[in-house]
C-alpha cells in the first residue's frame, strides 16, 4: 500500500521557519522524482496547486518557483524514504497546505493527504 505521509506543519510567525518532512512506503522512492506543492484557499482543485520544488530521483537536480527561492530547499534521504522541506523567512504569502508528490518516468504519481502551514503573527 503506498502511502505518503506530510507532517511538520503548523503556526510560525512571519520571518521564522518550518521543516517539513514527507514519510513514504509501498513504492521505491529512490526511482520517483519528488515534489512539493501547496494549495491555498479558494484554489481548490488539484490542478490549482503551485508546484514549489522540485528534486530529481538522486537529489542532484532541484528546482525552485521564484515565489520560494533562496527561502526553500528541498532535499531527500533515499535510505529513509523521506523528502524535505526546509522553509526559511516564512511569508503570510506562504500559508497553504502543502502536498508531497512522488512521481516516476513514466507518470506515475502518488500524493500526500498534505499538512497546513499558516504564517500568522
Known amino acids: 500500500q503506498v502511502q505518503l505521509v506530510e507532517t511538520g506543519g503548523g503556526l510560525v510567525q512571519p520571518g521564522g521557519s518550518l521543516r517539513l518532512s514527507c514519510a513514504t512506503s509501498g513504492f521505491t522512492f529512490d526511482l520517483y522524482d519528488m515534489n512539493w506543492y501547496r494549495q491555498t484557499p479558494g484554489k481548490e482543485r488539484e490542478q490549482e496547486r503551485e508546484?514549489?520544488?522540485?528534486?530529481?530521483?538522486?537529489?542532484?537536480?532541484?528546482k525552485y518557483a521564484d515565489s520560494v527561492k533562496g527561502r526553500f530547499a528541498i532535499s531527500r534521504d533515499n535510505a529513509k524514504n523521506t523528502l524535505y522541506l526546509q522553509m526559511n523567512h516564512l511569508k503570510p504569502e506562504d500559508t497553504a497546505v502543502y502536498y508531497c508528490?512522488?512521481?516516476?518516468?513514466?507518470?506515475?504519481?502518488?500524493w500526500g493527504q498534505g499538512t497546513q502551514v499558516t504564517v500568522s503573527s
Open positions: 508546484l514549489v520544488a522540485e528534486i530529481s530521483s538522486g537529489g542532484s537536480r532541484t
Open positions: 508528490k512522488a512521481v516516476n518516468r513514466v507518470g506515475l504519481d502518488y
